[in-house]
């Protein structure tokens, strides 16, 4: 019973139909984002299980479906003691990667970076993710304020941590606290000028007493200071 | 007088499948050059036997198949016109449905398909569900339903829309005693209500008590258009078989005109003889039990259109 | 209009009392439970498991959905020979499509959106989250996505001659055109011209559904989504599907019922 009638239009309108669609799907690359990966390196893990994820996760659609499930291995894999043996040398890597399938989960930053800095002493990889995490989420407050505690307590780490958290900072919106960490860590590294800044940064726009008077007293006691060290590089120029 | 008006008319009709891979490619031609004419309120049988390619012409006349050659008419019209199909109804072998919906449901369905709405809707399928015989079981899911349930049920979506023209293909296929009685009578009702059937068998008792005429089809050639009453008035001559006491059967050795030599008990005769074959049996003293035909005259008739021998008693059992 | 609605109607009808709808529950159980182990194991963000884990649960279920209800209708209508019956009814066999289309559509939804609305009331009661308004866009393109699929499986049960056949067409359509959302990145990469042609004619052929997947960045900070978007992937996925629909309907008209 072909419909004659329907045919003789049908054929027409079905190539200017899928004209349209072809012209429709070449603007659609804009909205469509391939799965960037930090990088191809598979470090400290098999290449293969790497190469396998990723092209799984870059095809399938299902990208933060596969990180959240890789998020169990990583589990896995710190709460097997066997792998203490090596100092659990794959985990930075491990995070990494879960970080790559699944850039918005925050509990790998937190707890990667924790286990990395406060568990095996791995400051310098800590702070790498920590700021891959930033980058991925600047909203995500507690991934700058833990970045900003390791900084404090890491001398070893100011020349790049530092600099990052002026960064977030200058982008506004950083919490009170992560300035007021900031300011100190300036201060243990003897950079007086700079925590002034930051302190006369709080005064002028926190609303809580408690901070204002807080920054009041920090501001007291950096001034001293300032005056004592201007007074002994004028004597030892 | 007028010429009569036709609900079919076929012309030429041919259909030919290529099946097989492409490279031992396999013709068959299902239908060759049908030309045929179904008038208006008569019940037209299509006779054939398995593959004769009844089903395909149903398949050409309803739009499902493309004619490789020929042409169609159906109640003046074209079968892709809606109008037309609107007053059609169309009963597939072995009718299947979804399960998961009641009896009624279906029906209302199909009468929506039909263009009923509301009241008219529900008052059309209170009337078919009672002439189909289906009311009690109206409610129930058709995954219940018996064979016969779902064969009345089919007739019910066929006539929902009252339709001038009621194509059925093998419709008393899967039916018991009582089921098969049933829907003969509802095509004899059907019939005197003036719808036009067109009815796809090969159960020749159907035929016989239905239809007005019948066409022959064998090997897709239509062999013979004939009316019924002609062919059960015909001078056909059908065989009989003729029962012996078994103390008798050798004496049935060299009685003329035997069909099949007696098995054990009897012997085959031709119509044409059977007088004469009493009568020497009875002058040798050949105790008969009895004498009974072996096919009906519209078998007959048809088994002599298609070329085919009428069947000996032990096939009749076996069939 | 009125014959397709009755078919639509007489679809819905016939998927939503199917046994196979069952499927729907097993995959809320299961994604739930996945949900709630995952997040004992994360120390924290339940809410974006639930979110990450439900729209994967909806695009699965009504994948499968789709998946099982073509198999199903595909004996009923096809080897069962009830689609007959229906076209030798005063309906076109566009009216006819159209309304299986909606039909199944219509079930899908239900089963998409039942299972988005289990999800947020699960955020919201245990994971102690706000629901998004991402995750609501994100739903909506999921339902773009389960039409685009929902036409391009009807078309393939109109091409299709056996269920096996349709159930794999169907399954292999959805990969691709998952990864079809990343040819352009392909594109990009060093390969041969041929292989690049190759590449940009599939493009055009195959759905792009990653074009939909807005569940992978629901929580993206970088994401600016707005009504250019809304606009252009609303358009594609519709013509697309008339495309599907155009092609199946012309294959309706010229399918021989053997």
């Given at each position: 019973m072909a419909n004659d009638r329907f045919l003789k239009w049908a054929v027409p309108l079905l190539i200017f139909v899928f004209l349209t669609q072809a012209y429709l799907s070449s603007k659609l690359d804009r909205w469509v984002h391939p799965?960037?990966?930090?990088?191809s390196k598979a470090g400290e893990l098999d290449p293969k299980i790497v190469s396998s994820l990723r092209a799984a996760a870059f095809l399938s659609g299902y990208k933060v479906l596969i990180g959240h499930a890789f998020w169990i291995r990583v589990i896995q894999y710190y709460g097997d003691g066997f792998n203490g043996s090596d100092h659990f040398s794959k985990l930075y890597d491990y995070c990494r990667l879960a970080s790559d399938l699944?850039?918005?989960?925050?509990s790998v930053y937190t707890y990667g970076a924790s286990v990395l800095a406060y568990q095996l002493n791995r400051m310098d990889e800590a702070s790498k993710l920590l700021q891959k995490g930033i980058l991925a989420n600047p909203n995500a407050n507690n991934l700058k304020l833990l970045l900003a505690a390791m900084a404090y307590h890491n001398s070893a780490n100011y020349e790049r941590e530092i600099p990052f958290l002026e960064i977030q900072i200058a982008q506004g919106n950083a919490p009170t606290m992560l300035i007021n960490i900031l300011a100190n860590t300036y201060k243990k590294a003897g950079r007086t000028d700079d925590a002034i800044r930051l302190w006369l940064q709080i005064l002028k726009t926190t609303d809580s007493d408690v901070q204002k008077y807080e920054a009041a007293q920090k501001l007291k006691e950096l001034y001293a200071i300032s005056k004592t060290k201007n007074s002994l590089e004028k004597v030892n120029p | 007088m007028t010429s009569p008006a036709y609900a079919i008319q076929i012309k030429d009709l041919s259909k030919t499948y290529k099946t097989g891979f492409w490279l031992k490619p396999k013709v068959t031609h299902a239908l060759k050059n049908l030309t045929l004419d179904v008038f208006e309120k008569e019940a037209f049988g299509l006779l054939g036997l398995n593959g004769a390619g009844k089903t395909t012409a149903i398949k050409i006349i309803l739009g499902f198949l493309a004619p490789t050659h020929g042409s169609v008419s159906i109640l003046g019209g074209k079968i892709s016109d809606r109008q037309v199909r609107n007053q059609i109804g169309y009963l597939s072998e072995l009718p299947y449905f979804s399960?998961?919906?009641?009896g009624r449901e279906l029906l209302e369905y199909f009468g929506s398909l039909h263009g009923f709405s509301g009241s008219a809707l529900s008052k059309r399928v209170y009337e078919v569900l009672e002439l189909v015989r289906m009311t009690k079981a109206a409610n129930d899911r058709v995954s219940g339903y018996s064979k016969g349930m779902l064969q009345r049920i089919g007739i019910g979506q066929a006539l929902i829309g009252k339709p001038k023209l009621l194509i059925c293909d093998?419709?008393?296929?899967?039916?018991?005693p009582v089921g098969y009685k049933e829907m003969r009578d509802i095509f004899i009702d059907l019939k005197k209500t003036g719808t036009t059937l067109f009815l796809n068998t090969h159960i020749m008792d159907e035929v016989e008590r239905v239809c007005d005429r019948i066409g022959i089809l064998h090997d897709g050639q239509l062999k013979e258009v004939a009316l019924v009453p002609d062919v059960l008035q015909s001078s056909i001559n059908i065989d009989y078989w003729v029962d012996v006491d078994s103390h008798d059967a050798s004496k049935l050795s060299g009685v003329p005109f035997q069909k099949s030599v007696a098995e054990q008990n009897g012997m085959q005769i031709s119509g044409l003889v059977l007088p004469e074959t009493l009568t020497l049996l009875s002058q040798r003293q050949v105790k008969t039990k009895g004498v009974r035909p072996l096919s009906s005259v519209m078998e007959a008739y048809f088994l002599k259109t298609i070329g085919a021998q009428q069947p000996t008693p032990s096939e009749r059992v076996s069939s | 209009m009125k014959r397709i609605f009755h078919v639509t109607t007489f679809t819905f009808r016939e998927l939503i009392r199917?046994?196979?709808?069952y499927i729907w529950l097993l995959s809320a159980i299961v994604f739930c439970l996945l949900a709630f182990l995952l997040s004992i194991l994360s120390f924290g963000e339940v809410h974006k498991i639930f979110m990450d884990l439900g729209l994967v649960g909806m695009e699965w279920s009504g994948t499968l959905v789709l998946l099982l209800s073509l198999a199903v209708t595909y004996n009923t209508e096809f080897e069962q020979k009830s689609i007959y019956l229906q076209l030798a009814k005063p309906i076109t066999r566009g009216e006819y499509l159209l309304g299986r289309v909606l039909g199944f559509f219509s079930v899908i939804s239900l089963v998409v959106l039942g299972m988005g609305l289990l999800i947020a009331g699960l955020v919201a009661?245990?994971?102690?989250?706000q629901v998004s308004p991402m995750f609501f866009y994100s739903s909506v393109f999921l339902l773009i996505e389960m039409f685009v699929l929902t036409t391009l499986g009807l078309t393939f049960q109109m091409i299709g001659t056996s269920m096996v056949g349709v159930v794999l067409y169907s399954m292999f359509t959805i990969f691709l055109g998952h990864c079809v959302g990343q040819v352009e990145w392909l594109l990009n990469q060093n390969l041969a011209p041929a292989v690049k042609t190759v590449l940009r004619v599939v493009h055009f052929f195959l759905p792009n559904l990653e074009a939909f997947n807005l569940k992978d960045r629901i929580y993206d900070p970088n994401l600016i989504f707005g009504w250019e978007q809304w606009r252009e992937v609303l358009l594609y996925g519709f013509t697309y599907s008339f495309v599907v629909f155009l092609i199946g309907w012309i294959n309706l008209e010229k399918r021989e019922f053997m």
């Open positions: 799965a960037p990966f930090e990088n699944n850039p918005q989960f925050i | 399960r998961q919906h009641t093998e419709p008393m296929s899967g039916l018991d | 199917s046994k196979m709808l009661f245990v994971g102690g989250g």
